[in-house]
């Protein structure tokens, strides 16, 4: 078994484990592979041990993964998400080349998204990233009436279907903290909820290696797991 069959298996277990320890169900919390830098051999090896949702950060080094899995591997049928920062120039790459997006923080992307999206792909489904810590340096819309304009725009665009919320929160390693500021995300996505009830608002992607346990007990449905998975990332090679 290769080294990152064996770290899916533990992240899985740990997932389970967090689920059990504050009694959600399990197969509630989705694992999301992020193979931002890694090799095309990495996401092979995880996606034979199983996985088929991979994150990607870079549109264009992901939607060359998309490309080769879909023409070498099509029987894979990964699954693909873009979850960095999304200039407005480079949203094609992302409508024609990816399943989810979890970085929409402005009506000019999702309007962009949804116009180019291609014809014949289903609906992109996607998420509103949230800056809940407020820091100015992180991306992400933070203010609820921003949030709710940004919701009643998407739920107007055919070719998006919007799904839930997503965060990066501030890294601090204290448990508390890092629950209260997932517990903020997710008090909003109920609030969005009810707003919108004809929404399929079932999604929270929020966790990451060093606080997945914390975001789990706030009622994340998807964790976002790099380094976990494939090891260190090395930002020098090309
Ligand atoms: C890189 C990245 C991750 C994965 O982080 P790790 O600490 O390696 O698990 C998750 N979410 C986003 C948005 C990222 O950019």
């Known amino acids: ?27 509630s919390v989705q694992l999301l592979a992020v193979s931002k830098t890694k090799p095309k051999q990495a996401i ?23 490309d080769y899995f879909s023409k070498h591997h099509p029987d894979l049928d990964l699954e693909w998400h873009f979850i960095g920062p999304i200039q407005s120039n480079k949203t094609r790459l992302v409508a024609e080349s990816f399943a989810w997006v979890h970085t929409i923080d402005r009506a000019k992307v999702a309007q962009r998204l949804n ?16 800056n809940t810590s407020s820091e100015s ?16 725009l998407i739920s107007s665009l055919p070719n998006l279907t919007l799904r839930g919320l997503m ?12 629950l209260a500021a997932f517990t903020q ?21 929020m966790g990451m290696s060093g606080d997945m346990e914390a975001a789990i007990e706030a009622g994340s449905t998807m964790v976002r797991i790099g380094t976990a998975i494939f090891g260190a990332r090395d930002y020098n090679k090309p």
């Open 167 to 178: 965060s990066i929160p501030a890294n601090v390693a204290n448990y508390q903290a890092q």
């Open 44 to 66: 092979l090896d995880a996606a034979l041990a199983g996985q088929v949702a991979f994150g990607e950060n870079y549109v264009q080094e992901g939607a060359d993964k998309v």
């Open 115 to 130: 116009d180019q999206r291609p014809e014949g792909m289903q609906p992109l489904q996607v998420l509103i990233q949230v």
């Open 1 to 27: 078994m290769s080294s990152i069959q064996k770290n899916i298996e533990q992240i899985t277990s740990q997932i389970t484990a967090a689920q059990q320890k504050c009694g959600r169900p399990l197969g």
């Open 137 to 152: 340096s992180k991306s992400g819309t933070s203010e609820e009436q921003e949030i709710f304009a940004l919701a009643e």
């Open 185 to 205: 995300l997710a008090e909003m996505k109920n609030t969005l909820a009810q707003r919108f009830p004809d929404l399929p608002l079932d999604t929270l992607s």
